[in-house]
């Protein structure tokens, strides 16, 4: 399998944002699994959470 980069903006990836218990959650018109029904919860330390937000408004890839 080959993977190539496709750079898309958040709001591209929200795009058809599908959120539910059997799918999980889906956007970008069904191309992009953002949350797997079988992904385990998770929650951010507040670092963490920091450096996601950093990320995103420094334009880093995510």
């Known amino acids: 399998m080959k993977i ?5 903006s958040v709001s591209e990836g929200v795009n058809d944002y599908v959120e539910s218990v059997e ?3 889906v956007g970008y ?3 992009l699994n953002i ?3 079988f992904q ?3 929650i951010y330390k507040d670092k963490q959470r920091a450096e996601v937000v950093r990320t995103v408004q420094k334009n880093f890839p995510f």
Do not use: T
């Open 4 to 8: 190539k980069l496709h750079e898309i």
């Open 23 to 25: 799918g999980g959650v």
């Open 29 to 31: 018109g069904g191309k």
């Open 35 to 37: 949350h797997p029904a």
């Open 40 to 42: 385990r919860e998770f």
